[in-house]
């Protein structure tokens, strides 16, 4: 067929425009963004795609990826300035730490709020801002009775720092109360109570804004801890549910109570705890593995990490504890994942991978964890060191919270750290219905809509549950008939 002289000059003038417009990725050109973009992993599989990155150039942060564009949502500068322990409070605004001043502030990446100490507070950390966005439950450190002996009470204020209540006091026969965590109706908070001392701490929950501290554990070296979270109350229930703590909760094989647990061999495992009483192992409080960092989903599902093997991995079970499914495998990698963080939809899973050579970095996958990618990687998540980092999605899903490190001490720990934000890319550049995030865990190509070149669109491979890097899976739709015209040669 012969083309028109205007068709021609129109064909060349799109050339042109695309080739000096154009932006590289893996060698291929896009208008993402204006910088080259590293999310994309060559090679990946669906089977392993857990590949060996060590090799691959360190990136700049901030600095786009195929997932989305890394924001610096605080600017710690000063000595011994890390400002961690972030959370959303809207789809914009997070709360956040900075141990520097000891203070909470606010932020949206632009404006830094302080928000104001009162009571005597020598410090206010763990912030956890409600579902509504308009109450902050934190930790707050006094001096009681102006003594050298320091204990943590929780409090709560609005979202300006106004109206701030203490909640629960320091009661020292009991000790402090720490990492408050409210219930997705706003109407309870969960906590742990006891003495500074990590190994003394048992569950405990207050109905908000008037109630008692409610135990419920009462168990030698409990301590709930790596998160506490709510199983949402089911909003059709034709029965009253019980308010649901979930938690991981630490049991003692052999306890050796010389003061501490000096000498003592414990496990963790996976507990749902009601306000009404009654505490449900959900994973074998028999076994030696240790099971952490329990989320719900809203799917009815709980993702949590397991070192069963003794390597840490994702998994996922039912929230009555069946079907536990392994999301994840580092059995041949002697490396760990952990910290997972749903999605609010339920698609995709966030989380922290360590690949053996000491180097972090953040991965999504989906849900089933068939697919997995990249999603930041260099410096300011590399030098992670042994922290436990949490994630944490905004309402929308749209952007993810974690504490990044802005000095590394090395490459594979850090010495000052500031919260970042990625935000994922939910453009769809090839119009194949896939987001631009979602290509970097499928491993698919965001300028194509068929990745494979099996002649069916990524989107459509997804949806029917096909492999959209394998052209044999691929269905292709007959070309309609035309009136007049032979559907065949």
Not at 129 to 137: E, P, Q, R, T, V
Not at 285 to 295: A, F, H, K, N, Q
């Amino acid at each position: 067929m012969k083309l028109g002289r205007g068709v021609k000059i129109l064909m060349l003038l799109f050339l042109f425009v695309f080739l000096s417009g154009g932006l590289v990725i893996d060698g291929k050109y896009s208008s993402v963004s204006a910088e080259p973009q590293k999310g994309k992993q060559a090679g990946m599989s669906k089977e392993r795609p857990e590949v060996d990155r060590s090799g691959l150039p360190a990136m700049d942060i901030p600095r786009a990826t195929q997932a989305g564009t890394v924001v610096q949502m605080t600017n710690c500068t000063g000595d011994w300035d890390d400002c961690h322990q972030g959370d959303w409070i809207n789809n914009n605004w997070l709360v956040y730490h900075n141990r520097y001043d000891d203070h909470l502030y606010k932020t949206d990446g632009v404006s830094n709020v302080v928000l104001p100490w009162s009571g005597g507070s020598e410090c206010d950390s763990h912030p956890d801002a409600n579902a509504a966005g308009s109450l902050i439950a934190f930790q707050r450190l006094v001096y009681p009775g102006g003594g050298s002996d320091y204990c943590s009470e929780l409090w709560t204020m609005d979202i300006n720092g106004t109206n701030q209540k203490r909640v629960v006091s320091c009661d020292p026969a009991v000790g402090g109360a720490h990492e408050p965590k409210w219930s997705p109706d706003g109407r309870y908070i969960a906590f742990t109570q006891g003495v500074l001392d990590h190994d003394y701490r048992d569950l405990y929950a207050i109905a908000y804004p008037s109630g008692t501290p409610v135990r419920l554990t009462n168990r030698p070296y409990a301590n709930p801890q790596h998160g506490l979270q709510w199983l949402a109350t089911p909003s059709r229930s034709a029965l009253p549910v019980a308010p649901t703590v979930l938690s991981s909760q630490q049991l003692w094989i052999d306890l050796n109570l010389d003061g501490y647990h000096s000498g003592g061999e414990y496990t963790r495992d996976i507990a749902k705890t009601t306000l009404w009483g009654g505490n449900t192992w959900l994973t074998d409080s028999t076994d030696e593995w240790c099971e952490l960092m329990p989320v719900p989903t809203s799917t009815g599902k709980v993702v949590y990490m397991s070192d069963i093997g003794g390597y840490g991995d994702i998994y996922m079970m039912n929230q009555d504890g069946t079907n536990k499914t392994r999301l994840t495998d580092s059995s041949d990698r002697s490396y760990c994942s952990n910290h997972p963080e749903p999605t609010p939809n339920g698609k995709y899973i966030a989380y922290w991978s360590e690949d053996g050579d000491g180097i972090w970095r953040i991965w999504m996958m989906t849900a089933n964890g068939r697919y997995k990618g990249v999603v930041v990687d260099g410096p300011v998540v590399n030098s992670q060191g042994n922290s436990y980092r949490p994630l944490k999605f905004n309402p929308a899903g749209t952007k993810l919270l974690f504490t990044g490190c802005t000095t590394p001490y090395s490459s594979t720990y850090c010495y000052y750290s500031d919260v970042y934000s990625l935000n994922l890319d939910t453009a769809d550049t090839d119009g194949d219905k896939l987001k631009n995030f979602e290509e970097a865990i499928y491993g698919t190509d965001p300028l194509l809509r068929d990745t494979d070149g099996g002649r069916e669109d990524d989107y459509s491979e997804v949806l029917a549950g096909r492999d959209p890097l394998d052209p044999t899976d691929d269905r292709i739709v007959a070309a309609p008939v035309v009136p007049g015209i032979s559907a065949t040669p």
